[in-house]
């Protein structure tokens, strides 16, 4: 009979690529204990990512593939998801509570921005992490009536100095609309609303989060920069359609995370098709294979492609996006996947990080 070793164990894990992390679960550092007793193997893995709907099967795959080892008689495979907090940098001071905080950006409005945004956090938490959303739009809030939560409602305060998040399907939630009328426009000049945004990220009371999702709003002026800087952001998705003009916008919100030292995990590219509800006709409305160009360009991937879905409108707008209104149809499966690859895209990010130097941005 032959004798199970480790060193062929860890072979056929090496076999298998984890969908996510692009990488075998040897190679990516997932494997934590190898336990061999005669034909009996028990291994044990550790992914850093959520991935809730996606370890059982991961886990059955890797099972069988070991099972079929010369001297297996029995094998059992055990995924763990142990997320870590992201290394924040010397100049920069983490928030209390968050361990990672993903900012979802875009050049412009009216891309889906934060529609991706609300069903990625929601998502991330049906994967099993704990998570929070900011509406950092100070101008045009949106998040309170996509997650459902009543006009009106206002967060409870804590020691006199703390906002308590409001919560929405298992999600954590803040915005200055909670804070105001939602009739009075926040007429304030760009240093009075990057002030208001700091305030309102550092004193809510974020309740031990594996992931804050950060809805920007659209553009790269004083909010953004104030974000990147005094935030310590571990990454940001970019979100666009491939319509030329949006594409030129997004390219500038690349540049921007770049130049503050922010790694763009990837593009979503949103509105991509247009599948006619009555006769089932595929159609590019605003151009096809953008997202992928600007991808390209800047070296990172698409993370997403999000068909432009009457859907997605009408369950944001009711309060019950996509993610908690249809959790098991075909567009809750493309957030799903969306939301393990950003969590994916964290880890093998911090795996690859190497020192930078601080850059400063005047602001004269």
């Known amino acids: 009979m032959s004798v199970v070793t480790r060193a062929a ?60 080892l010369a001297g297996v008689t029995e094998a059992s495979v055990q995924v763990d998801c142990v997320i870590p907090a992201h290394q924040v940098p010397a100049q920069t001071q983490a928030l209390a509570g968050v361990k990672n905080v993903i900012a979802v950006a875009s050049g412009k409005g009216g891309v889906g921005k934060s529609t991706t945004a609300a069903n990625l956090a929601l998502a991330l938490a049906r994967e099993g992490a704990r998570v929070g959303i900011l509406d950092a739009d100070v101008y045009g809030p949106s998040q309170g009536l996509m997650l459902g939560i009543a006009d009106g409602t206002r967060p409870q305060i804590k020691d006199q100095q703390w906002f308590v998040p409001l919560q929405a399907h298992g999600v954590q939630v803040m915005s200055m609309a909670f804070l105001a009328d939602e009739r009075t426009p926040m007429v304030w000049r760009g240093p ?50 491939p319509q030329d003009l949006a594409l030129l916008d997004a390219r500038k919100g690349v540049e921007m995370f770049a130049k503050v030292n922010i790694p763009v995990l990837g593009v979503v590219e949103n509105m991509a098709v247009h599948i006619c509800s009555n006769c089932g006709h595929a159609e590019h409305l605003f151009g096809e294979g953008g997202g992928a160009k600007l991808a390209a360009q ?20 009711g309060g019950k996006p996509t993610v908690v209104a249809e959790p098991d149809g075909p567009l809750a499966m493309l957030y799903q996947q969306l939301a393990r690859k950003v969590g994916a895209r964290l880890v093998r990010q911090a795996a690859s990080a190497t020192a930078m130097p601080s850059i400063s941005i005047s602001e004269d």
């Open 192 to 241: 009075m609303a990057s002030g208001a945004l700091l305030q309102l990220i550092t004193q809510s009371a974020w309740d031990n989060l594996d992931y804050l999702v950060v809805d920007m709003p659209p553009g790269t002026g004083d909010i953004q920069l104030t974000l990147a800087q005094k935030v310590p952001v571990a990454g940001a998705v970019i979100v666009t359609t």
């Open 9 to 68: 164990v860890e072979a056929v894990l090496r076999q298998y690529t984890d969908p996510h992390l692009d990488q075998d679960p040897v190679t990516a550092g997932c494997l934590r204990d190898v336990s061999i007793d005669g034909g009996r193997v028990r291994v044990r893995l550790e992914l850093g990512y959520a991935a809730g709907l996606f370890k059982a099967g991961w886990a059955e795959l890797l099972k069988s593939g070991l099972e079929n």
């Open 298 to 317: 800047y070296g990172v991937e698409v993370l997403a492609s999000l068909p432009l879905a009457m859907a997605i409108r009408e369950q944001a707008d």
